[in-house]
């Protein structure tokens, strides 16, 4: 079969009411999850994915894909009516989307975001139709050495990236994830490290629970000691915008789609950076630099469209190199291998109907948050007003069965109490959780990579530099180091020499 005939299969299924049903309940799941502050796009698919498990791989896939365009689409939300951005990815939203919504223009803010989403989204899911085959064909020549460099440069982009004010937190976090990926068995003679003689630690710490502890008790903690009540802005007046901005404002969405995209491909950068990059290329070319802060269109649209268009160009690098591009990507490819898909080089040749049906789920996913953003904006609303003492104590019970539902063993219910403490403590002090859930699922590549490495070339490091792939990204993952170390060794020596 031809990538067109995968591609119309794909679509035919997707339309069937099994498949429609799936898309609906779980993005408008996403949507609510989204709106809701605190709880992130992550979180909702490490919960969505222990929910999952007795689904065919097909239905499941979809249901998660849904929820992740759905969660960071449902963000905008409350980063409209209440200046709280209700996922990271939504933090740039605030910026414009709550200054039209206090000069009593809600409605149009929300609907300007809707349709920025909606863009992002389909013109991601174009490049991602688009991108994945030829990117699968040329990764067919990585091997250990070049996916040891990637899984390394994904590391230190991300602390970087993430971490815009003190990189070295974001790397610091990134290193404690790979520490913690190390524990247990490793992948060549399967030999026990930092078990410290606990058998359940033999097996290594499993991502899910440490995930829904990073990102899912971490805020139930956190919202516990903030007990501060946003006031709601009413959503009055017409949500979608007329075809004379549409007009107007094309360009802004066509570069902010095409940015978030590219953002979305680098490993560990994720939706929040495509949407400031995305924000900040849209402010560069505007006619209306004055307004941007103030309640400008073009700032709204370009960091809706850039987050959403993230989303298709994080799950690139998964599909067809088994790297995940952001944290909520991360989730997802733990849950397409739990259901038997073998994400990496192989895949358009294993199982294109894969990558067509995630095509196709996104595009519907798309299509649902429009319907979404038109009808049901101002009933959704009133989810922003469940009280937190109702709904953290549902979110806990969740995050529980969830951790102990993946393999039935008390001993992850205590992982992901530890990672959600732990990470409590980090975010306190500033250090991002996305380099260390990168870091934790990028250790076991760069672990296995570097060994099977060494053994292949006896022992020698050349092959690491020497190799045109494995050279380039060696050369770019010391620039980004470099970039960083060089002006923190130049104000440390300026400090001495005072």
Known sequence: ??????????????????YIFITLWATLLGVVIGMMPGLTATMGLALLTTLTFQMESGPAITAL?????GSIYGGSRSAIILNMPGTPASAATTLDGHPLARQSRASEALGLATIGSMVGTL???LLLAMTAPVLASYALKFGSYEYFWLALFGVVISGRLTAATDPLKGWIAGCLGLIVAMIGQEQVFAYARYSF???????????????VGAFGFVEILSNISNRATPELSEAKGRVLPGLKDMKRYSPTMARSGIAGTLMGLIPGVGEDIGAWVSYAIAKRFSREKHLFGKGSKDGLLAAETGNSAAVPGAIIPVLTLGIPGSAPSAVLLAAIIIHGVRPGPLIMIQSPDVVYGVVAAI???ALAITLYGVLLTKPLLLVLRIPRERLLPAIFVLCVVGSFAIAARPFDVWVMLVFGVVGLVLKQMDYPMAPLVL?????????????????LSEGSLEPFFLRPVSGALAIATLVVLLAMLVPLAVRIWRKIGR
């Open 1 to 18: 079969m031809t990538n067109l005939s995968y591609l119309a299969d794909a679509f035919l299924s997707a339309l069937s009411l099994q």
């Open 65 to 69: 894909l849904g929820m992740y365009v």
């Open 123 to 125: 013109l991601g899911v």
């Open 197 to 211: 003689g606990v058998r359940d630690l033999t097996g290594g710490i499993s991502l899910i629970p440490a995930m």
């Open 363 to 365: 595009v519907f996913s």
């Open 439 to 455: 870091g934790l699922v990028l250790g076991d590549i760069l672990d296995k990579s570097l060994r099977r490495g060494l053994i």
